[in-house]
């Protein structure tokens, strides 16, 4: 399964196919996407997509910091 499809059949857990998403409250939408990118992944070695994210931020910024000589 792709990373999509996987993706979309934990979304279908909250959403059923076919469902109005402009009958929910962006409050709603945000608790569904707050829940999911807490949820721990494989693909991740079982870190959530939230501390993936942390992570690269932080090398980012790691790396871009600049030193004077």
Do not use: C, W
Not at 33 to 62: C, Q, W, Y
């Amino acid at each position: 399964m792709t990373n999509i499809g996987a993706s979309n059949g934990l979304l279908r857990q909250y959403f059923p196919k076919g469902s109005d998403l402009s009958v929910h409250t962006a409050a709603d939408l945000q608790r569904v996407a707050d829940i999911l990118n807490d949820r721990p992944r494989k693909r991740h070695g079982f870190r959530t997509p939230n501390e993936v994210m942390t992570s690269l931020i932080e090398e980012d910024i790691n790396r871009s910091v600049a030193t004077i000589s």
